[in-house]
């Protein structure tokens, strides 16, 4: 096992310089993520908040850091050594580990946690702390106010501000370095090389599942830790289904199977959505629902600079979708009272968009003064255009009855326009029909 952070503990101790000084005066505490049972006494496999990994790079459980705007003080709160524990569960820093490796200014116990922090707070009258996510922590910070005002006698103070510390550093987390680009790009490649394993292990008369293990087989064979989410792997009108779970069902011929997966790598995901036929050759229907999908797609995706917005972005695939759904029938009338109804919806019913890096859903905030925000270098997001004809809709052409499309990559804003990290992952119709079931 390799000590310390990953990366260099210089990128970890900038990030926490940045939020000093935002924080200014005030006082920061984030927890690691609470350890989750699965069933009876088996736990769910731990993955480290990504808030408090992007602040240290510390992947223990029950840990907290406290910084302190006025002092900068970086202070950790760990687990202690214990050798029993350790020979069950493994490798533990200990306060001696982390304070060597993590560099903090200051190492406690995770025991004396309810004891230490109303000192450490005490001097602020503003605590920045991320309220409502997790009871068991919100009760120690709030405790931990009340004894800090206390503390302080007949004051006339009032209760510390309690501001929101996650979204601070969600700002931060939204716009990308370059290492942190480049755990992205490795992320979108491993997701990538997933899927087109995937495509050339399809049949018909295999199940989803069967699908869905090998694309995550070649994710871990290339070093991706974990999946970013669970994998949806949908054929035939399950495709319909947005976010369908049980991936249980056999692929049958002549249907579209529609994936997204994606592999974390560094605690940064790749999220790819890519659909194609189960025996490798589109019908004609599926192929111009499909193609239609990938054109508003593509012209998305190219659309990409600094200074736009992904309301911007999003209105281009309802415009371009809208399209296609009058040009095959789908929808009648015309493009403007649709738009403006929103019948579209129908066929399109979710954003063509949305952050991502550590979580796939990332942190960052989408719209200022009631406006979606202007692009800017770095932000990275999806887009990922769809439309899904339920199977009983008896107003739609019968041939597209049944077909879910979505086609999504990963896009990096950079100074002049835009990257696209999920490039490697094929998407046009020939090279589709190409790999689909080629090694089979
Ligand atoms: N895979 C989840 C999403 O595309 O939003
Ligand atoms: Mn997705
Ligand atoms: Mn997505």
């Known amino acids: ?106 190492v406690f116990s995770i025991k004396d946690l309810a004891s230490k922090l109303p000192e450490l707070i005490k001097e602020s009258q503003r605590v920045y702390y991320r309220y409502g996510d997790h009871r068991e922590h919100d009760e120690v910070v709030l405790e931990a106010m009340q004894a800090a005002r206390r503390a302080k006698g007949r004051s006339g103070l009032g209760f510390p501000d309690l501001i929101d510390g996650n979204s601070i550093v969600g700002e931060m987390r939204l716009i990308k370095s370059d290492d942190e680009a480049d755990l992205l790009r490795k992320a979108g490649h491993i997701t990538s090389m997933g899927h087109i394993a995937g495509m050339k292990a399809t049949r018909p008369g295999m199940f989803e599942y069967e699908l869905e293990a090998i694309i995550e087989s070649e994710f871990r064979r290339l070093g991706s830790e974990r999946l970013g989410y669970n994998s949806i792997v949908g054929t035939g009108a399950n495709a319909t289904v947005l976010h369908y779970v049980f991936n249980d069902d056999k692929l049958a011929e002549n249907q579209l199977v529609l994936v997204d997966a994606g592999a974390e790598y560094g605690y940064y995901t790749g999220d790819i959505t890519r659909t194609y036929p189960t025996n490798g050759k589109f019908t004609a229907a599926q192929k111009k629902l499909y193609e239609g999908v990938l054109k508003v797609q593509k012209e998305c995706v190219s659309f990409v600079k600094p200074g736009i ?6 209105n281009k695939s309802i415009h371009g979708l809208i399209d296609v759904m009058l040009d095959l029938g789908l929808l009648k009338g015309s493009a403007q009272e649709i738009f403006e109804k929103k019948t579209f919806t129908k066929y399109f019913p979710h954003g063509t968009s949305h952050w991502l890096g550590m979580d796939v859903h990332d942190s960052g905030i989408y719209q200022i003064d009631g406006q979606s925000r202007l692009l800017e270098k770095g932000m990275c997001f999806s887009v990922e255009p769809g439309l899904y004809v339920p199977q009983d809709d008896s107003s739609a ?14 896009i990096l804003v950079t100074a002049n326009g ?23």
Request: net charge negative; glycine share 8%.
């Open 1 to 106: 096992m390799q000590l310390g952070p990953k990366g260099n503990l210089e990128i970890y101790n900038h990030r926490r310089q940045k939020l000093l000084e935002k924080i200014k005066d005030g006082v920061a505490i984030f927890f690691a993520h609470p350890e989750q049972i699965r069933n009876n006494d088996a736990h769910h496999k731990y993955r480290q908040d990504s808030t408090f990994y992007y602040l240290t790079g510390f992947t223990e459980p029950e840990s907290v850091i406290v910084l302190d705007g006025k002092t900068s003080k970086f202070s950790l709160f760990v687990r202690e050594k214990d050798a029993t524990r350790e020979l069950w569960d493994g490798f533990r820093y200990g306060l001696d580990g982390a304070k060597k490796f993590f560099g903090p200014d200051q």
């Open 309 to 314: 917005r992904l309301a911007d972005i999003h």
């Open 397 to 410: 052409p019968s041939e597209f009855r049944g077909i879910g499309i979505r086609i999504e990559d990963d």
């Open 418 to 440: 835009y990257e696209n990290l999920t490039k490697d992952a094929p998407k046009e119709v020939n090279e589709i029909e190409d790999l689909v079931g080629s090694s089979v």
